[in-house]
């Protein structure tokens, strides 16, 4: 009895270090395909939009807070940080150390927290070593300098206990670009290289001023990234004729479900919240009504509000969508991404 005991404890052993040993071989598999990935330069021609945080300040832990990528011209544009997005960056392949410059549409939390993170990130690559170009409207300069000093001890610790690293340590910094926030009817180009060009406009979010949303054109194409946003006629002119327009919205009526619920348990505040956030953000049907009268081949929402962390739910937000807009419409996920074709609807894949 005691040697079947026995033969049976080193059967069990030895499965377990099989088992070990197969998870290891799968880890070194994974491990090498992330760190060996490299979405940029596999999408060097075209343009392609990618999801690199769709979520909100309601807490899921599937969405990272707002952030969107473009790549154009074999370079990597990125469109507000919001807290968890440079992880999702780095997961879906698009490596921080090839972002040329981000883009801040306004100065909430949700769009900015991840400045710091991705400064880090960003340094992990090669080759780097001048600070990260952050653009925005009047006030970036305030922002980028308190992630600055926030993360500065940081910094000055990883330097000295890595010392093969060749990083001069402002290449952990944030470099602002500030324009002047665009009048209505304006859209002046804030960045343009290598074909590459990329307009500001001002949008209406409440008492959020400056508050734009931003104009991408290379090689024929272009994309519209509305940031946080009411209905807007100025969007709708920037958006003439457009590729691809990447909207906000609320569904007010899914909202309210939240505040009801708030209410019922006692959370004033939330309940609060909820009530005040639909008047300055854009429903789904005004989105859609934006897209269709500027013209546009393609309308993608981001920063769900709820957000949709069932797929069953897009129904509801959806709803109404479909009656005044006849053009393919997506809802973005973290890690979709979408390649442009002038003459095609986008091709929709996902990266993570």
């Known amino acids: ?48 939009v990618a999801s690199c945080g769709s979520g909100t300040p309601l807490p899921d832990l599937t ?3 707002g952030c969107t990528a473009v790549i154009a011209a074999g370079r990597l544009f990125v469109f507000d940080v919001g807290e968890g997005a440079p ?37 992990l690559g090669e ?50 670009r500030a324009f002047a926030p665009p009048t209505e009817g304006y859209f002046p180009v804030v960045y343009e290289r290598d074909g590459v060009s990329i307009r500001a406009f001002s949008v209406p979010h409440g008492p959020v001023k400056p508050a734009v949303g931003y104009r991408l054109e290379h090689d024929g194409m272009r994309v519209v990234i509305s940031g946080d946003t009411m209905s807007s006629t100025n969007l709708v002119a920037a958006a003439d004729d457009a590729d691809l ?21 006692g959370q004033e505040t939330l309940a609060t919240v909820m009530h005040d956030i639909p008047n300055y ?13 500027a013209g546009v081949r393609a309308l993608a929402f981001t920063h769900m509000i709820p957000p949709l962390p069932r797929r069953l739910l897009e129904g509801p937000f959806l709803e109404g969508v479909s009656q005044v807009y006849d053009g393919p419409v997506y809802v973005l ?20």
């Open 63 to 65: 969405l990272a807070g």
């Open 127 to 176: 080759g780097v070593s001048t600070a990260l170009p952050v653009y925005g409207a009047d006030g970036v300069a305030q922002v980028t300098r308190g992630f600055d000093a926030a993360f500065a001890q940081d910094h000055a610790y990883r330097l000295a206990h890595h010392h093969t690293l060749t990083t001069p340590p402002q290449a952990l910094q944030l470099d602002p």
């Open 87 to 123: 992880e999702t960056l780095a997961r879906m392949g698009l490596r921080p150390a090839r972002i040329e410059a981000v883009f801040l549409t306004h100065f909430h939390s949700d769009h900015v927290a991840g400045l710091g993170a991705l400064a880090l990130q960003r340094n």
């Open 333 to 352: 996920r973290d890690g979709t991404l979408l390649s442009l074709d002038a003459g095609a609807a986008p091709e929709e894949r996902s990266l993570l």
């Open 1 to 48: 009895m005691k040697r079947w005991l026995v033969l049976i404890a080193l059967a069990v052993a030895g499965l377990l270090l099989l088992r070990n040993e197969i998870a290891m071989m799968l880890f070194r598999q994974v491990i090498a395909k992330q760190v060996s990935t490299d979405i940029v330069a596999e999408h060097a021609a075209g343009v392609h």
């Open 245 to 265: 327009l990447i909207h906000e919205a609320l569904a007010p009526r899914m909202v309210a479900e939240i505040e009801k619920a708030a209410r019922a348990a």
């Open 281 to 293: 953000h854009a429903t789904p049907v005004q989105a859609a009504e934006a897209a269709r009268a």
